[in-house]
């Protein structure tokens, strides 16, 4: 019974996450996650007592694959670049295996809906902090190392989030930009190389330029 209870909240948790992506916290419903995997409205409430504890449940599952895949690269013990290069690979990838997440995280950070409330607001700020705080804590040991140039380190978060959060959720407009899915495998390898060579012409000090092996 248990297996099957949560073979069930994850079926809801992944129909909740693909709506909210789509649409947001407000232009989503209860009874419509409820049937988009077969059960009524009043059966999800055997899982989640409210909208805003799904949601909020939604986003920290999110966040936690985040922070799964960077926390091995923010922990390791190699020089910064290499760590930055590693990182910026695996952000990229925790944000293209689920293609509703980079949509659902732009929704979550720029939409104004409170839920300071709900008990669950707290692991959603803890898991973005402690990734923000990863990646914060890498760029100023690279600029206390020297190996960065002086820079300031909200600014090139939010650039971070930009370049990656940005470019997965952007939808038909990405695609025409790239005139191909920008989720297909050449493109989201592309993205990695492209990043990480704009990071390092920008911010690694004195990093000679990689040869590049297309145009």
């Known amino acids: 019974m248990a297996s099957d209870s949560l073979t069930s909240r994850e079926k ?16 989503v419903g209860l009874r419509e ?3 988009s995997v077969g059960l009524v409205k009043s ?9 805003a504890q799904l949601y909020c449940e939604v986003i920290a599952r999110v966040l936690d694959r985040i922070r799964l895949g960077l926390a091995p690269v923010l922990d390791s013990d190699v020089g910064p670049v290499e760590r930055l290069d590693r990182g910026v690979e695996a952000l990229i990838d925790a944000l293209a295996e689920h293609p509703p997440t980079a949509r659902l995280l732009l929704r979550s950070l720029v939409e104004e809906d409170d839920f300071d409330s709900a008990p669950e607001a707290l692991r959603v700020e803890e898991a973005l902090g402690e990734i923000l705080d990863g990646m914060g804590r890498l760029l100023r040991e690279g600029v206390e190392a020297g190996v960065f140039r002086e820079v300031s380190v909200p600014h090139m978060v939010q650039t971070l989030i930009g370049a990656t959060v940005y470019h997965f959720a ?8 790239l005139g191909r899915p920008v989720l297909c495998a050449e493109e989201v390898r592309r993205r990695k190389r492209e990043l990480q060579d704009l990071l390092h012409s920008g911010l690694v000090v004195n990093f000679p330029p990689r040869v590049r092996s297309e145009a």
Do not use: M, N, W
């Open 33 to 35: 996650v409820a049937e």
């Open 43 to 51: 059966s999800l409430f055997h899982h989640f007592r409210s909208k």
């Open 12 to 27: 809801i948790l992944d129909a909740a996450e693909a709506l909210f992506a789509r649409r947001g916290y407000a232009g």
């Open 170 to 177: 952007s939808g038909d407009l990405g695609e025409r930009l």
